[in-house]
């Protein structure tokens, strides 16, 4: 194995989660909760909950979204225009659930601004009624997945987003310290 990047302009990562690779450019995309913070594993967080992306060619890393109670799963579409994240603030590091806090996943476009993507258009996707989306995945036709007691499917453009409701996933339609 080989160290990737173990910060973020010196201020070390909370707790590097969950990974998902560009097929258009080999960049890194990760979240970065502060979940083993909560846990007892690791140190008092110096950065915020955010998502990053690391471009192993140019060794450059930037903070693509912030805004997040616990930044959780990471997907793109297929054709890579769509960022799913998935914020599973609902569940706390020692188990205990705060009912008020999301349990949600977020759809973001990707833009190209000066040859470089910025996440752009944030949208609630989807939120659940009980349990947490927390890994996601997309198939090459675009059927994604979330993994943990969910059920639902994506809501049709311009309606209210979808609950889910206690299963073993998540289902839509198509829309139309990190180590190598």
């Known amino acids: 194995m080989r160290l990737l990047v173990a910060s973020f302009y010196g201020r070390p990562f909370n707790s590097v989660n969950d990974v998902v690779v560009s097929q258009k450019d080999g960049a890194v995309w990760f979240t970065d909760p502060n979940y083993g913070h909560e846990q007892g594993i690791r140190p008092q967080p110096s950065l915020p909950n955010q998502v990053y992306r690391f471009d192993p060619a140019t060794n450059h890393i930037r903070a693509m979204a912030y805004g997040f109670g616990q930044p959780n799963g ?28 999301a349990s949600t996943i977020y759809a973001f476009d990707v833009a190209i601004y000066h040859g470089q993507p910025f996440l752009v258009n944030r949208q609630l996707f989807a939120m659940a009624d009980t349990g947490i989306p927390d890994g996601i995945k997309c198939d090459v036709h675009g059927n994604g997945t979330a993994a943990q007691h969910l ?21 839509w339609p198509q829309r139309r310290d990190l180590y190598s």
């Not at 769509?82 to 569940?91: A, E, N, P, R």
């Not at 059920?151 to 289902?171: C, E, I, S, T």
């Open 74 to 101: 990471i997907c793109f579409s297929p054709d890579e225009s769509t960022v799913y994240i998935t914020d599973t603030d609902w569940i706390h590091g020692n188990g205990t659930t705060d009912p008020a806090r």
């Open 151 to 171: 059920v639902a499917r994506r809501h049709p453009a311009g309606q209210d987003p979808r609950r889910w409701r206690r299963g073993k996933l998540l289902f």
